[in-house]
């Protein structure tokens, strides 16, 4: 919202002396966000006249058109100018810039020989005077409108400062001058004029039968005036066009001119119809069925019942409080008007505006809510213009409803100490709510202004106390706090994991959870880890549905790495996983102001499908840097597997290990890991399809855990570890290839029973043939109270090897 | 034989090992002067044939004399061993300039590091870490936060909406649905902070992602004001940007706040808006059964990556969000 200065002063007493950055100040002081102060006028000195074309010469022979102008500066004699611009006549009023004017951009206009003329001056652009963008044209004022050789600069009220505002949605008011008039005026304590205060005083007389308003729906007052004998041809006043063209906007014609300007001036959204193309009465309300609707802007649109139109006996004239139609618009030969003015509720102007993506100055406005009592006097502030400047008569004004007001709210000035911190006296409370339109009465009654819907809880009103007092006053203290807090266990455990990783190397990324049902098909992903959700509107219709697991995301981004250089590296990311575990079921949307049951609130939170915290890591190339000591070994499956087993030690987590085939893992060469039968990571080597997906070196691996699956980690009990020798014992066994090194250490173990400390496959050779692998092991035996005889260690020994002879058919290998 | 004698062996002795130029020679110079050969050695076998008097007397002399022998051996050979040791070492010198480390350089995410720094502030305040789904029902995200239907702040979120719609089913577009869920379920007084992910529909550039991080707080007990709002912020403000920084409360609008405010930081010569704030808004509190008349609450919300751009002077957000090891790399484990 923009706000001229120059208008901004005919409400609020602004003295002179105040700065323009002051007043930027005091509008950021009390909530409304300057976004940018635009100085017009500033960097233009010299003659700059109102002059008028007395005869236009066609310059040919160029590459564009140029004219040789003659213009009446209001001096003795006539002045010639070169002018580029094309867009007037003989008799129109232009502004000439005089030899010695400097215009914006250190532009300075003198006397020059140009396409073998002397150029006497400059006929300007709204762009070359710093107004606006528009280059069009020249700038041709209304006819009649003022004399030649009048001062421009003071006539176009070019000198002047634009606040460029960003208001905040809930303060739809001031998305008015009268509304930003105010809150500057309570700014800097100066007086304040309601322009609304001279309109209630306005009276028209009944000269005729207008259009009848009909209110059905949306809206709780709608007024109609009619009027007659408007002068099609009436121009707008230079006074009216500058302060639309200053807010940005154009003027177009008078009628539509003043539903703007008053737009502007007052906040509430008029709509000007062609009274001849009304048919019986005018009515708000909704059509019965689909139907096609022609809106001015030239778009056929599908209207249907959800849409709250105004319409006549005929069918639907205008998408209410949005756009009007085509049909029904103001033109040059129309002599009769109806104009509406409703205080529509906002959400069904919302509604319009958004099922048909439709944002208009009007549409704004009213989903913001317009002052309730405004519709009355803004369509008498259009009627007094239109019959000052537009020559119309007053032929009927009707309404249909009644404004409602916001309740009247009790008020404890307390409360308001009581939230902002500090004291603040009634008194003063009492002030500033006056200061903002409120009534207050003895008892702390509040009654807001009608242009305050906003207020309706003592809340409101300890904000608007805050505002006006500035929220630097608030004093800075701690509060009380709780004894302690500290970090859940899994927020620790992610943690403990991510340095841990970061500490061997790997860099941890972050990927968007957005993936394609191409991708999830293209890796195997299978059963629920295939099924997801669907964004209804995605960023892409690449990517349309979230994720299910991490790794194409960090295949993505190692492919980016390797794409912009990188060799060898390993990267990890913690991050949810979304799969389709259960049909979401219609929104549980409980009534608000009062907590849900204790039943709907599990309700909603069981409405919340389970999202996974995943941890993902993928590693390629080699294992280390290449350095002068040469190049180290390539990341290989097994490497994958431990650091995946070595997250899990990590938390003290005991678990087993299976090979899988799960994708989107080499079939063969992929662990899974379990915890208590429940599989919590899967590690290897990807799967070949994969690595060539996305061009990763051949025999990239990756590992994944399911954070959210690993439990608790046990307390640690810890026993004492003695001083007594250990004994070492080696065995090799030969056992079929197909039995698993896990199975063998297993029995093992079992074998060996409580005496046994340790065990490490220290030899694996799979050259014998046949079949058959040699396994050696190296056992560690120990007693916590005695040095172990050599037939005790012969006894476990033998304990282990028997057990691995049953359970997996291992032969002992002899020297 | 006499003392004169044997004190004439030990000089002999010292003399002869302090000239040993290297171990070899002191082992010869050791055999020499107390060798089996050696004066000393043979007047101490020849002690047996004194008399007894003779014998006390004596035995002392040559005792003592072989301790001074030994010891002056014993320094000696400490001294050579040392030469020998500094003269091998020296050969065995390396150029220990040269790259040592072969692992890859790995590290955290800038985003994690700094909400783990914004964590571990909170946590020292008093504060839990509060966490939430990402996929998140609508009435949590938005109606009990007082953000209704078709309220134009709700179109101030560009919002992510899952399939079937009618689900009200969303992708959260602040971490404030944490809040909800912590006041639903655990009664005041209630400080957590909710650091975590969130997402709006707004196309990747320099400055915005669609899928980025905020932290909010929320204090709701007896007494708080907006006073310990902005105590709590400036003391927050002074963690992250350092003891100078300035903010600014201002006066803003957000639904589930009233009184409502943006802070502004006053960095590297320029303000700069850092987050929304303000006291939580009694409706909100209502919805979520906290008694308005015992409880009053404060909350606010700042974007995790904003936070980390201006205090790192981060300019384009594609580096935060690509992956590029490169980026992560230069912040380590953030200490």
């Known amino acids: 919202m923009r706000a001229p200065l120059s208008w901004l002063r005919e409400f609020a007493a602004i003295p002179e002396s105040i700065s323009a950055q002051a007043i930027s100040d005091a509008f950021i002081r009390v909530g409304f966000e300057v976004e940018e102060i635009i100085t017009q006028g500033a960097d233009l000195t010299g003659s700059l006249v109102v002059a008028k074309v007395l005869a236009i010469e066609e310059l040919t022979g160029n590459k564009k058109p140029i004219r040789y102008v003659e213009l009446d500066c209001g001096e003795k004699q006539s002045r010639f100018v070169i002018c580029g611009a094309t867009n007037f006549a003989v008799g129109d009023l232009v502004v000439a810039a005089l030899p010695g004017a400097i215009l914006p951009g250190n532009f300075a206009i003198s006397a020059r020989e140009t396409y073998g003329k002397t150029s006497n001056g400059m006929i300007c652009s709204s762009r070359e005077l710093g107004l606006g963008e528009d280059h069009s044209g020249i700038i041709v004022l209304p006819a009649n409108s003022l004399n030649v050789g009048t001062d421009a600069i003071e006539a176009l009220e070019i000198n002047d400062v634009i606040f460029d505002i960003a208001v905040n949605p809930d303060r739809g008011y001031a998305l008015s001058i009268r509304g930003l008039s105010r809150e500057i005026a309570g700014a800097l304590n100066v007086k304040f004029v309601d322009p609304v205060e001279a309109l209630k005083k306005l009276e028209f007389k009944k000269s005729g039968n207008g259009v009848t308003p009909v209110l059905e729906d949306g809206a709780s007052v709608f007024y109609l005036r009619t009027l007659a004998n408007y002068k099609a041809d009436a121009l707008t006043p230079l006074w009216m066009s500058r302060r639309i063209e200053k807010m940005g906007m154009r003027s177009i014609s008078l009628a539509v001119d003043i539903t703007n300007y008053v737009m502007l001036e007052l906040g509430q959204p008029l709509h000007a119809f062609d009274r001849s193309k009304i048919k019986g009465s005018l009515r708000i309300g909704r059509v019965k069925k689909d139907q096609k609707f022609t809106t001015l802007d030239g778009q056929e649109r599908n209207i249907s019942p959800q849409d709250l139109m105004v319409m006549d006996d005929n069918g639907p004239l205008a998408l209410a409080g949005t756009m009007g139609g085509l049909e029904s618009e103001i033109t040059n030969s129309t002599t009769e008007l109806a104009l509406e003015a409703v205080r529509f509720d906002p959400i069904a102007i919302a509604k319009n505006s958004r099922r048909h993506k439709l944002s208009t100055e009007a549409s704004r406005r009213l989903e913001r809510q317009v002052d309730s009592s405004l519709a009355e006097f803004a369509s008498a502030r259009f009627a007094q213009l239109l019959i000052d400047l537009g020559g119309a008569s007053h032929v009927d004004s009707q309404h249909a409803g009644e404004p409602r007001f916001a309740p009247i709210v009790k008020l404890d000035p307390a409360y308001v100490s009581q939230i902002l911190g500090f004291s603040i006296t009634p008194e003063k409370i009492r002030e500033i709510l006056t200061v903002i339109g409120c009534d207050v009465d003895k008892e702390f009654n509040v009654d807001p202004p009608s242009w305050r819907w906003d207020l309706t809880q003592p809340a409101d009103f300890v904000e608007e106390v805050a505002r006006m007092i500035g929220y630097d006053a608030i004093p800075s203290l701690l509060p009380p706090r709780p004894k302690h807090a500290s970090l859940t266990w899994s927020q620790k455990r992610i943690r403990v994991i991510s340095s841990a990783l970061a500490a061997r190397g790997l860099s941890e990324v972050q990927t968007f959870p957005f993936t394609s049902d191409a991708i999830i098909e293209s890796m195997g992903y299978v059963n629920e880890r295939a099924k997801t959700y669907r964004i209804a509107n995605p960023m892409s219709e690449d990517f349309p549905v979230l994720r299910t697991h991490l790794i194409p995301g960090l295949a993505a981004v190692a492919s980016r790495n390797i794409g912009r250089g990188a060799k060898d590296f390993a990267i990890f990311e913690v991050g949810s996983i979304f799969r389709n575990s259960k049909d979401l079921v219609a929104a549980i949307s409980p009534e608000l102001d009062k907590k849900p049951s204790k039943a709907k609130i599990d309700e909603i939170f069981g409405s919340v499908p389970v999202q996974h915290l995943h941890l993902g890591a993928i590693l390629v190339g080699k294992v280390e840097d290449t350095s002068w000591r040469g190049s180290s070994r390539s990341y290989e499956w097994s490497d994958a597997i431990a650091m995946a087993q070595e997250m899990l030690q990590l938390c003290n987590l005991e678990f087993t290990v299976v090979r899988s085939d799960f994708a989107p893992w080499h079939p063969g060469r992929c662990a899974e890991l379990l915890i208590d039968g429940k599989a919590v990571a899967h590690a290897g080597e990807l799967h070949p399809r994969v690595v060539e997906q996305f061009s990763l070196p051949a025999r990239s691996v990756a590992f994944v855990i399911n954070l959210s699956a690993l439990p608790q980690s046990p307390l640690v009990r810890g026993e004492g570890v003695g001083a007594m020798p250990p004994a070492l014992q080696d065995v090799a066994l030969i056992v079929d290839e197909k039995v698993s090194a896990a199975s063998v250490e297993s029995a093992l173990r079992k074998g060996a029973g409580e005496l046994l400390e340790s065990i490490v496959l220290f030899d694996r050779y799979d050259k014998m043939g046949d079949g058959k692998i040699s396994l050696a092991y190296s056992l560690t035996f120990r007693a916590s109270d005695r040095t172990l005889t050599g037939a005790e260690i012969a006894q476990v020994r033998e304990a282990a090897v028997a057990q691995a002879v049953k359970d997996c058919g291992a032969i002992l290998r002899t020297a | ?335």
């Not at chain 2, 006499?2 to 000089?11: F, R």
């Not at chain 2, 082992?27 to 002690?47: T, V, W």
């Not at chain 2, 379920?185 to 909710?194: D, N, V």
Request: with cysteine.
């Open chain 2, 1 to 335: 034989m006499d003392s004169k004698e044997v004190a004439g062996w030990v000089k002999d002795a010292q003399a002869a090992f302090l000239s040993a130029g290297d171990l070899d020679e002191l082992k010869s110079a050791r055999l020499a002067h107390m060798g089996d050969k050696a004066p000393i050695s043979l007047a101490s076998r020849s002690l047996g044939s004194l008399s007894p008097d003779e014998k006390a007397s004596f035995g002392k002399v040559i005792g003592d004399a072989k301790a001074q022998i030994a010891s002056a051996l014993d320094s000696a050979t400490k001294k050579l061993e040392n030469i020998r040791d500094q003269k091998v070492l020296l050969e065995e010198v390396v150029d220990i300039t040269l790259p040592a480390s072969r692992m890859h350089r790995g590290g955290l995410h800038p985003i994690s590091i700094i909400k783990n720094e914004i964590s571990d502030f909170f946590i020292e305040q008093g504060f839990s870490v509060a966490e939430g789904p990402e996929m998140e029902s609508g009435w949590l995200n938005f109606d009990a936060l007082n953000i209704p239907a078709d309220h134009p702040a709700r179109t101030m979120q560009d919002t992510f909406f899952i399939e079937p719609l009618e689900s009200g089913m969303v992708l959260r577009t602040q971490t404030s649905p944490v809040q909800i869920r912590t006041m639903l379920t655990q009664e005041p007084p209630i400080y957590i902070i909710s650091p975590g992910r969130t997402f709006r529909a707004d196309e990747l550039d320099a400055t915005h992602s669609p899928v980025f991080h905020q932290v909010e707080g929320l204090v709701v007990d007896r007494g708080i004001t907006m006073a310990h709002l902005k105590g709590t912020l400036d003391n927050f403000a002074q963690h992250m940007f350092g003891a100078d920084v300035t903010t600014r409360l201002r006066p803003s609008f957000f639904p589930f706040t009233e009184p409502s405010a943006e802070i502004d930081i006053f960095f590297n010569g320029r303000w700069i808006e850092w987050g929304g704030c303000g006291m939580v808004n009694p409706k909100v509190l209502q919805t979520c059964g906290i008694d308005t008349d015992i409880f009053t609450g404060f909350a606010f919300g700042m974007g995790l990556e904003r936070t980390l751009m201006v205090r790192h002077g981060i300019t384009d957000m594609h580096d935060i969000v690509e992956g590029d090891l490169r980026f992560t790399r230069q912040f380590g484990m953030g200490l």
